[in-house]
């Protein structure tokens, strides 16, 4: 992976957790599934935020914080898990259109008050931004079957340093904030 996209990962971490607003964060549950019957989790071979035979710094740096996260709730890391952890972040362009009463000058000495009631045109302000969705999924290392997916969807909002470890340990434990269970005790 050229230093270049991993340094576009990083920001896209960054940018997710490091927003004016808190990424949205959202969950799809199995709910046929008993989570009182897992006790270890260990990662897929291959991440999904990896485009490469090998593991990226961002990949690493998100590993690392499920981890913690995982370890918190009384799971084990272990080379034979039940549950395998993976990780997908997605971005696309999106544009934000606003609209506004027209304060434009009329005749040269009054302005366009009757736009407050749609008797003129409003302004139009378009924004496009990137609106970046970071995926933490947690699989049956039996089935192989989704059980638990934790989404955090953020906008870019402003340039951020590039402290990948911190963004992505923030977004990984907003994530499993929504993330009810611990293992069952020993």
Request: charged fraction near 25%; aromatic fraction near 10%.
């Amino acid at each position: 992976m050229k230093l270049t996209h991993m340094l576009t990962a990083a920001v896209i971490v960054t940018a997710l957790t490091g927003c004016a607003t808190q990424p949205q964060v959202r969950t799809l549950v199995d709910d046929s599934v008993d989570f009182s019957t897992y006790q270890t989790f260990g990662f897929v071979e291959r991440a999904g935020t990896d485009t490469a035979d090998y593991t990226s710094t961002l990949t690493r740096h998100l590993r690392d914080a499920a981890s913690r996260e995982l370890e918190a709730r009384g799971y084990l890391r272990s080379d034979d898990p039940d549950l395998l952890v993976n990780f997908h972040l997605h971005t696309r362009q999106k544009t934000r259109i606003t609209e506004r009463p027209s304060t434009r000058l009329y005749y040269g000495y009054h302005r366009n008050w009757f736009g407050l009631w749609g008797a003129y045109p409003l302004e139009r302000d378009i924004v496009e931004h990137e609106a970046h969705t970071l995926h933490v999924d947690l699989v049956d290392a039996g089935t192989r079957e989704l059980v638990w997916e934790g989404i955090a969807t953020g906008s870019l909002t402003r340039d951020l340093s590039a402290q990948p470890d911190r963004h992505a340990e923030r977004a990984v434990a907003q994530i499993f904030q929504a993330y009810p269970w611990d293992a069952p005790r020993r």
